[in-house]
């Protein structure tokens, strides 16, 4: 059982569109974390987010965390090519073991 | 990224060899956690280690897996008598000790088992 679910899982646009990639549990958690990944490299943490209905932009990123703390979004305005890459959430359920579980990441492709 | 070093970055390995990944925290981290990629996974968690000490080792198989922390040098995660289902990207991030949500990633090992 993942406890994260992340969605779409793969996601293929053209340069200049918007996309949304959710992150969605049915537990609470006291803080997420969104990463990318590109091939053959290390996850690099852009935001981590910890409180219910907290919103934090990375320039032409979004991020939300849900009023309950069980979900986020990312949101990409005017995707471009250098946003290609896996995108992974991550977060530590609230009360529970402080060991950081992954969900299995959104595949972006941005065509130019 | 900047920072976590890992060596080597490419590993082939023959099934019943020995593989040794090494780890190199970032300056003023003394904790690391060990995870496993594999293609269109997420990543798993292996093993939480504090310098001298194992934290959590829930995640990492009972047999051939091993991991250390020495109070000098870098960590170390080691997989005896490796099989073909070893094969994975292994990667180590580091921490402050109190910031466990703000890990900084190393590029990562990809062990090949032949």
């Known amino acids: 059982t993942q406890l994260l679910e992340q969605s779409p899982q793969f996601l293929s646009i053209q340069e200049g ?6 992150c969605n549990s049915s537990s609470v958690f006291s803080s997420l974390q ?5 091939p ?3 996850p690099v943490l852009l935001v981590t987010v910890v409180t219910g209905g907290e919103v934090k932009k990375l320039k ?9 703390r069980k979900d986020s979004s990312l949101h990409i305005t005017a995707a471009q090519p250098g946003d ?5 959430c991550a977060g ?3 009360g529970g073991s ?8 959104t595949s972006l492709i941005v065509h130019p | 990224n900047a920072g976590v070093m890992q060596n080597p970055r490419h590993l082939v390995r023959r099934r019943g060899q020995e593989a040794r990944l090494r780890c190199s925290p970032m300056k003023g981290h003394s904790h690391v956690y060990w995870y496993r990629q594999l293609p269109e996974e997420g990543l798993k968690f292996m093993v939480y280690l504090q310098k001298e000490n194992i934290i959590d080792e829930s995640g990492m198989p009972k047999e051939r897996f091993s991991a250390e922390f020495p109070k000098e040098g870098p960590s170390i ?20 000790a109190t910031r466990q949500e703000t890990q900084y990633f190393g590029p990562g090992t990809r062990l090949l088992v032949l």
Request: net charge positive.
């Open chain 1, 60 to 68: 032409r990123l979004t991020f939300q965390f849900g009023d309950a």
């Open chain 1, 40 to 42: 053959g490299e290390g």
């Open chain 1, 34 to 38: 969104w990463y990318r990944q590109e």
């Open chain 1, 98 to 105: 402080y060991i950081p579980t992954f969900g299995r990441g």
């Open chain 1, 84 to 88: 290609t890459g896996l995108y992974l």
């Open chain 2, 77 to 96: 995660l080691r997989i005896q008598q490796v099989v073909r289902g070893d094969s994975a990207a292994y990667f180590c991030a580091s921490f402050r």
């Open chain 1, 17 to 22: 569109e918007n996309l949304t990639v959710y």
């Open chain 1, 92 to 94: 530590v359920v609230a």
